[in-house]
């Protein structure tokens, strides 16, 4: 079942999210995220195409293509797309449509030259973005081999901050 958010308190948490962290992350070299082994991604998607509807409604379906880049926070907190380090898609599902916007289930998939992951969630998508969303990880291939974990991503537009928390 849905739940209608406050839009206030979702700007707020976007905003925190954003303004998190001042250091550059690469896909391809992890990052320890705390001392039991856990590993966290920082990434940036950027549209290229997509096949969405302009009106959404329920049972709509579409797949989006985006270059996929590592992320790069500057001192001022603002995340930017850095160096390209492979392509990413989503094929996503409306599930509820309302007058306010819409329920959404989404696969992604996430390509480096290391190996692939893969992420699955469902989001409300009501008013004005950016939207946060939760996702688990829910597989990968190669150095993502066996990967378990949860990704927070915001939608903004024509891009998307991942920060992906692996564990194990």
Not at 47 to 76: C, M, N
Not at 99 to 118: I, K
Not at 130 to 150: F, I, K, L, R
Request: charged share 25%; net charge positive; with cysteine.
């Amino acid at each position: 079942m849905f739940r209608d958010r406050p839009r206030r308190t979702m700007g707020i948490a976007a905003a925190a999210v954003a303004a998190a962290g001042a250091v550059t992350f690469s896909v391809l070299s992890l990052q320890p995220a705390s001392a039991d082994g856990d590993k966290e991604l920082r990434l940036t998607t950027v549209r290229k195409a997509d096949t969405q509807p302009e009106h959404l409604k329920t049972g709509d379906s579409w797949v989006t293509y985006f270059d996929l880049h590592a992320t790069t926070v500057g001192k001022d907190g603002r995340e930017s797309a850095g160096k390209r380090v492979g392509d990413a898609s989503d094929r996503c599902d409306v599930v509820l449509a309302r007058y306010e916007g819409v329920v959404t289930q989404c696969q992604r998939v996430l390509r480096t030259d290391g190996g692939t992951l893969v992420l699955t969630s469902m989001s409300d998508r009501f008013g004005r973005g950016p939207y946060p969303v939760t996702a688990a990880v829910t597989g990968g291939t190669g150095s993502y081999a066996g990967a378990v974990g949860e990704a927070r991503i915001t939608l903004d537009g024509d891009r998307a901050s991942y920060r992906i928390q692996l564990h194990g």
